[in-house]
């Protein structure tokens, strides 16, 4: 099992960036695939951002490639979404959630273990 809390969330304006981060808890962090997800009003959670075990591999949602960077450290055991050039559509709570799959993984059910959400807000 994992624990996730999230954290790094606020009120920025467009064009601003903003790092977020994800600190898990337990000794198996690096056994777990992790990701981020964000879920505006009104919408269903998306997919945003996912890191391999390892930290080699990465895969982005089309709306933020480019803009977002997913990295991880496992010896802090925390995984960090670096967020340039931000928008307005990217406001949303931004979750952290964790998955043994090795191969990548999108959907929410896909995922096990989520942490209790960050706010961004993003001003124009």
């Known amino acids: 099992q994992v624990q996730l809390v999230e954290s790094g969330g606020g009120l920025v304006q467009a064009g601003d960036s903003l790092r977020l981060s994800c600190a898990a808890s337990?000794?198996?962090?690096?056994?777990?695939?992790i990701a981020w997800f964000r879920q505006a009003p009104g919408k269903e959670r998306e997919f945003v951002a996912t890191?391999?075990?390892?930290?080699?591999?990465?895969y982005y949602a089309d709306s933020v490639k480019g803009r977002f960077t997913i990295s991880r450290d496992n010896a802090k055991n925390t995984v960090y979404l670096q967020m340039n050039s931000l928008k307005p559509e990217d406001t949303a709570v931004y979750y952290c959630?964790?998955?043994?799959?090795?191969?990548?993984?999108?959907?929410?059910?896909?995922?096990?273990?989520w942490g209790q959400g960050t706010q961004v807000t993003v001003s124009s």
């Open positions: 337990g000794r198996t962090f690096s056994s777990y695939r």
């Open positions: 890191i391999r075990q390892s930290g080699a591999g990465t």
């Open positions: 959630a964790s998955a043994l799959s090795t191969t990548v993984v999108t959907r929410t059910s896909q995922y096990d273990y």
